[in-house]
């Protein structure tokens, strides 16, 4: 089968990156065993990256970005995926040097693909998204250390981005007691709708001198990076664990040693992208399940491609909040 499909693709125009609507056919779609029908997608960080041209992300332009897809199968040479069967695809390649999920149609490997769980339709996984798997496997990190409600606060940087406002979500519904940090005062009421306890602006994770301050987190979520974790590391109980995903603050981690040999403090590292694909299949099945964040699929924007570029900017800018939905069919 071959058939035309609308697509936001970004073009390299004298060395600015422009995103348009454009009529693609899936003939020039890359090689691969699934064909899938995308009705939804959703927004993210590494989104706006690729869309403005960062070449760590996405090397050769045109192209169509969108690290995350839900929809049909419409085509499958692969005994373990059939025709019609409704499918999430994140991470991999998809969006970076793979046309994604700002496409109408990708075509992927069969390896890819994580069924639909029992309940969700597209735009619920969407919800979701890279995102909201990210927030779950640094919290099964935390969980995975020992973490409990009872040991004290834990801290979420970022928290009104689309990691950390999951985060804040499933680490309150788990009984945790959180403190959001966010440099959006205007965005402290919807913290606390979603289950935050406190919310803290950026300085309290600004730059300090000293190499150890009071410790008042029992455990942390760190988005950021940068100088922020650099600091959260310092106010770390003893035994506690941060789990490290984001790099919006920064790559550069500046920090002596005093806290991992003085306190113990466990540093742990999140990826979502290249992860086994049964890691993702059991993340995704509880937040179908006891992991569900009701307030979160019901504050969730939906967009269409024509909003996407505005959408995209706002991430760079580090206005975005909560969780967006780029549906194909508005
Ligand atoms: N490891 C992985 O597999 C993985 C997967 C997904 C995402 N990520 C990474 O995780 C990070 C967050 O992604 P996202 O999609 O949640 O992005 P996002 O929606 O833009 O959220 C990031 C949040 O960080 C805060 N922020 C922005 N710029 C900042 C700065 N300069 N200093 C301190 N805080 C700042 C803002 O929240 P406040 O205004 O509330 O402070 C912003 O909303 C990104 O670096 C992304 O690449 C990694």
Redesign the pocket.
């Known amino acids: 089968m071959s058939t035309d499909y609308k697509a936001w693709r970004v073009e390299e125009q004298g060395g600015d990156y422009v995103g348009s609507e454009k009529i693609l056919n899936t003939g020039d779609l890359p090689e691969g065993e699934v064909l899938i029908r995308v009705s939804h997608s959703s ?4 989104d ?2 690729s869309a403005s041209g960062n070449k760590g992300v996405t090397r050769n332009f045109p192209h169509t970005p969108g ?1 995350d897809a839900a929809g049909e199968v419409v085509e499958s040479s692969s005994d373990s995926i059939t025709a019609g069967a409704s499918v999430i695809v994140t ?1 991999y390649d998809l969006g970076m040097n793979t046309d994604g999920g700002f496409g109408e149609y990708i075509r992927v490997p069969a390896a890819w693909c994580v069924p639909m769980p029992a309940g969700w339709n597209a735009r619920t996984a969407m919800i979701y998204g ?2 909201g ?3 779950g ?1 640094c919290v099964q990190k935390l969980l995975k250390m020992g973490a409990a409600p009872e040991q004290g606060a834990v801290a979420v ?9 999951v985060a804040v979500e499933l680490l309150s519904g788990l009984g945790f007691d959180v403190v ?5 005062a205007d ?1 402290a009421e919807d ?1 606390k709708a979603l289950g935050a306890k406190d919310v803290v602006g ?1 300085d309290a ?1 600004s730059q300090e001198k000293k190499p150890l301050l009071k410790p008042v987190f029992a455990n942390a979520v760190d ?6 974790l650099a600091e959260m590391l310092k106010q770390v109980k003893p035994g506690g664990s941060v789990s ?7 790559p550069q981690l500046e920090t002596t040693v005093l806290p991992f040999i003085l306190r113990g403090v466990n540093l742990l ?5 290249e992860i086994p694909l049964a890691d993702k299949v059991s993340v995704w099945e509880k937040f179908a399940g006891e992991w569900a964040c009701p307030k979160t699929e019901a504050s969730a924007r939906d967009i269409g491609r024509a909003e996407l570029d505005g959408a995209l900017k ?9 969780k967006i939905v780029l549906d194909h069919s508005k």
């Open positions: 927004l993210n960080y590494k706006a990256l690290i991470g890279t995102a798997l990210t927030a496997l940087s970022g928290a009104s981005g689309a990691v950390g406002s959001a940090i966010s440099g959006k965005h913290l950026r994770l988005t950021v990076g940068g100088t922020p490290c995903c984001g790099l919006v603050a920064g590292g999140v990826d979502s992208v706002a991430f760079l800018k580090g206005e975005s909040a909560g």
